[in-house]
């Protein structure tokens, strides 16, 4: 009786595991790496304290979690005026609802009634947030 050769090279299965492996890490890798780590840094804004008075966080940077409610007015020189609800922001038992404005040097986005987008806002003259950064989560 003869006996079986034994196969001491690398299992395909397992060059195949490996490689998949590093595809999945370099897609998660890749994936955060284009630059959103910029709004983790940014303080989220307080709606109790933005309602009560906005003229005191003016020049300030904040992170808002928003839901696009409606499109309220549109400027050639000055952008885009949205109202936006805050995901999670509640004053008392009402939905916050905030007047943003995005310049014309983010005129790339096409923003529509019911999208969901983390910004970041500076606090203008008057109180209203000039978005700095938007991008859907």
């Not at 299992?11 to 890798?29: N, R, T």
């Not at 952008?79 to 939905?95: A, N, P, W, Y």
């Not at 007047?99 to 983390?118: A, C, F, M």
Request: proline share 4%.
């Amino acid at each position: 009786m003869s006996r079986q050769r034994k196969n001491r090279g690398f299992p395909a299965w397992m060059l195949i595991l490996a490689v998949a492996l590093v595809v999945v890490a370099g897609y998660v890798l890749f994936k955060h790496a284009d630059g959103s780590t910029s709004l983790r840094t940014v303080e989220e804004l307080d709606p109790n304290l933005y309602c009560s008075n906005a003229n005191s966080l003016r020049g300030n940077t904040y992170r808002i979690d928003a839901e696009i409610n409606a499109a309220l007015g549109n400027s050639p020189s000055k952008g885009r005026l949205f109202s936006v609800m805050l995901h999670g922001g509640r004053q008392g038992d009402r939905q916050v609802i905030l007047p943003v404005l995005v310049p014309t040097s983010l005129g790339k986005l096409t923003i529509q009634k019911g999208q969901h987008y983390l910004m970041k806002v500076n606090v203008g003259e008057g109180g209203l947030l000039i978005v700095e950064e938007a991008r859907k989560p």
